[in-house]
């Protein structure tokens, strides 16, 4: 008998704002941006329905958004925002704030371009702009996964051993606005995976603590220490969260998706939605005998280097789908990271480090199909680290 | 009437804090503790006061104190208010207290500010106004009143100190709506106390706008900081009055001291008394002139006269 | 003595303790220090609600007392009380 599933037809942005209400998240505080902006209206649709516990307050500006977040989760709440591109730039330095007072917000990043020139649509630039900001960030595929994460991140991020904000990454547009079947978890299922909060540190009368103090040269680099401590404690709680998840509901997630590397030599990388895409033409290719696999990266921060290493070891080439850029580096952010990952191998895949999908430009699979052409060329006829760019035109 | 003895013992703002010998600004924190009655919750922008008091790992505070940027401590305290409004049954508990110094209300914090009145959180704004931007070292404000030597408006040939009119807090806060809205100085201790008071009694946001003296950067003797709250007040330089729901009242009738005395005491206003600078001093004698007539208007009911 | 290290020190700049200001002296600051001529003085605490430390305590009786540890020095006290009972001294 076939069991009977529900599903939801939802957008990205409404399974964030419903998992934010079912994750007994305490504050939210938000200014629009396109293309966040669905996920605020939703969630103020569902406080406004009367029976949530949540308090939604709308600001006058992202800083100000992510600052009343900081306020009401040093005074115990469990707090959510969301932004997108010029939103996350203007709250640059309450990221790093955030970070640093260990605060453990989780915020939805609808990844898209940084002005100038404006551009409303989606691509990696704002996230990247801030990803030494002591975040820990994890870029998503599709709605569902969007959904899933918000609840998995105030687990990671409210872990003792770590303590740190989390950014539920998704790409704008793609995501935010693509309507998908979602499994939405009931109700009694969220409160046993994610329960309310009990902060022990926090504003309260009877503790008085000082939150935000000045720290002259001689004690700053040993907050600076903990912070890099509770980042290498990510992986083991990030590992421990899914499995737990995947126990209580069935859906299991890696801080890394591989696919076909089995006897690859080619391997094309990716963060975000683009990975569907890549993984259909990776499999036609395969069915025609060529040797390609891909490999999604999911957590960015911390970055797993040493499991993606031994992923991509005997490929010969490794091309990276770049949606962001590092301008007046040798190549991209994410490339970066598969660079300092591979740094101690004694021998190393070719990196080719493709620029491509800024501003929302699309990814079709025809050029998709071209990357992996170029990988399988490029083993004999590129040096060690190129970046180059897609469909740019001259 | 308050009377001193009422007030309690305990010290909420503690000593051990690194504000300078005779500092203004530390004696309107102390007394702002002193006068509030329910448990306070502190939030507090960059400036003299953070700094000075919270330096890792000595706090002054004995109470719930947070600091994070420069111009969002209005937008902090919103979250702060507006999540234990909801965990306290739609009425907080504490008395949320907000201090910026002039720069970080007047101008990097005028939008948060803005932007937490018009939402009519529960809480009062402090702002301790000494006229410049004094922690990072006198640079000027747009509190800074007319002809005032600050390190970026100094006394040179092409520059007499500050030119340009001190930003009205008290009417930006009162473009808000705000129920109650006064000035104050500690220099009258009855009246600030009295202030502090209404303003955390009101249900919704309320704001004072408090003279801290600097020694230091106003270029007088630490010895006498509450003297030249009492001149500002006296002179009309600042004038002390209040706004309950949009009805102004004037709280003290100065006897109208000599301002030349007041600004003479001062080092930022020595050179307003060259005679190349005389047209500078009239400017900034007859903007404290108008508006003190204005407020004369106001507390009249009358709608203000204005040139 | 050796400040403590990352491992002991609560996370994030976070001071749990109130007051701890208190074990910091300020009272080296000050070249002068006030005295009090204690028949003189009415208990009408002036100088402890304008003392910006603050160094000045209520007394159970009717005069006050300066914490020494803490006065800077500045004067404020000497200068406002109405009876003048407090004269500032130069230190050595």
């Known amino acids: 008998m076939l069991e009977k599933i529900q599903l939801t037809p939802m957008s990205g942005s409404e399974a964030v704002a419903k998992s934010v209400i079912q994750s007994n998240v305490d504050f939210v505080s938000a200014y629009p941006i396109t293309p966040q902006t669905i996920i605020v209206e939703r969630i103020s649709d569902l406080v406004g329905e009367g029976d949530t516990k949540t308090t939604f307050v709308n600001v006058e500006s992202e800083h100000s958004a992510i600052s009343a977040c900081v306020g009401a989760s040093l005074a115990g709440a469990r707090s959510f925002t969301a932004t997108s591109s010029q939103g996350l730039a203007l709250m640059h330095e309450v990221l790093y704030l955030t970070s640093g007072l260990r605060v453990p917000l989780v915020m939805a990043v609808a990844n898209r371009a940084l002005s100038a020139p404006i551009n409303i649509h989606g691509d990696h630039s704002d996230m990247m702009g801030s990803r030494d900001s002591g975040w820990i960030q994890y870029y998503v595929e599709n709605a569902q996964e969007a959904y899933d994460w918000v609840m998995q991140a105030f687990r990671v991020a409210e872990d003792d051993r770590v303590m740190l904000p989390f950014t539920v990454n998704m790409d704008g547009y793609v995501i935010t606005h693509s309507v998908e079947p979602i499994t939405l978890i009931d109700q009694t299922t969220v409160d046993k995976f994610v329960p309310p909060r009990q902060a022990k540190t926090r504003l309260d009368a009877n503790s008085p603590m000082t939150f935000g103090t000045l720290t002259l040269p001689d004690y700053y680099s040993e907050f600076k220490r903990q912070q890099e401590e509770a980042m290498r404690n990510v992986p083991a709680v990030f590992d421990q969260v899914t499995d737990e998840f995947a126990k209580l509901i069935g859906r299991g997630y890696k801080n890394l998706v591989p696919f076909e590397l089995d006897g690859a030599k080619v391997i094309v990388v990716s963060l975000g939605s683009a990975s569907g895409t890549i993984r259909y033409v990776a499999r036609g290719l395969r069915s025609k005998g060529l040797p390609v696999g891909s490999l999604r990266v999911g957590l960015f921060r911390p970055f797993p280097s040493e499991e993606f290493a031994k992923l991509v070891a005997n490929a010969d080439v490794v091309v990276v789908l770049e949606r962001a850029m590092s301008l007046g580096s040798k190549c991209g952010p994410l490339a970066s990271e598969i660079v300092n990952s591979l740094y101690d191998r004694p021998s190393q895949p070719k990196i080719l480090d493709v620029i491509a999908g800024l501003g929302g430009r699309d990814l079709a699979p025809e050029a998709i199909e071209k990357l992996f052409k170029t990988g399988l060329e490029a083993a004999s006829n590129r040096s060690g680290l190129e970046m180059e760019f897609l469909g740019v035109r001259e | ?307 | 003595m050796k400040k403590p290290g990352w491992r002991e020190l609560p996370i994030g700049g976070i001071i749990t303790q109130p007051g701890t200001a208190k074990q910091f002296q300020t009272g080296d600051w000050r070249t002068r220090k006030p005295v009090l001529n204690e028949p003189k003085c009415t208990g009408c605490l002036f100088c402890w609600i304008w003392c910006p430390e603050p160094a000045i305590k209520r007394g159970s009786g009717k005069a006050v007392s300066f914490d020494l540890h803490y006065c800077k020095g500045c004067g404020i006290c000497a200068v406002e009380c109405p009876v003048h009972a407090i004269t500032m001294v130069e230190e050595k």
Request: glycine share 8%; with cysteine; charged share 20%.
């Open chain 2, 1 to 307: 009437m308050v009377t001193l003895k009422e007030l309690q013992v305990e010290e909420l703002y503690g000593p051990g804090h690194r504000m300078c010998a005779g500092c203004g600004a530390a004696v309107t924190a102390r007394m702002t503790l002193k006068s509030v009655k329910r448990p306070a919750i502190i939030v507090n922008a960059t400036g003299c006061m953070e700094v000075a008091s919270t330096i890792y790992p000595y706090t002054a505070w004995s109470v719930p104190w947070v600091h994070s940027l420069f111009e969002n401590a209005s937008a902090v305290a919103s979250g702060i208010e507006a999540y234990l409004k909801s965990k306290e049954g739609g009425k907080i508990n504490e008395d949320i207290i907000v201090f910026g110094g002039d720069g970080g209300t007047f101008d990097i914090g005028l939008q948060a500010l803005s932007g937490a009145l018009e939402r009519k959180h529960d809480f009062v704004y402090v702002c301790y106004d000494n006229e410049a931007y004094m922690n990072t070292g006198i640079q000027r404000s747009s509190a800074t009143p007319e002809g005032a030597w600050t390190t970026t408006t100094p006394v040179r040939s092409h520059s007499p100190g500050k030119t340009g009119l001190k930003k009205d807090l008290v009417a930006i806060a009162l473009a808000h709506h705000v129920d109650y809205v006064a000035t104050a100085c500690t220099a009258y201790w009855n009246d600030f106390i009295t202030k502090i008071q209404k303003a955390t009694a009101v249900e919704g946001p309320a704001l004072i706008h408090a003279l801290a003296p600097c020694p230091l950067g106003w270029r007088f003797k630490t010895e006498q900081t509450i003297q030249m709250g009492r001149m500002a007040v006296q002179t009309r330089y600042f004038p002390l009055y209040e706004v309950e729901k949009g009805k102004y009242k004037m709280n003290v009738n100065p006897h109208q001291e000599s301002l030349d005395n007041f600004l003479k005491m001062q080092g930022r206003f020595k050179h307003l008394f060259q005679p190349e600078n005389a047209s500078e001093l009239n400017l900034l004698k007859s903007q404290i002139e108008q508006r003190w007539l204005a407020l004369q208007d106001l507390c009249q009911g009358k709608h203000p006269t204005w040139s």
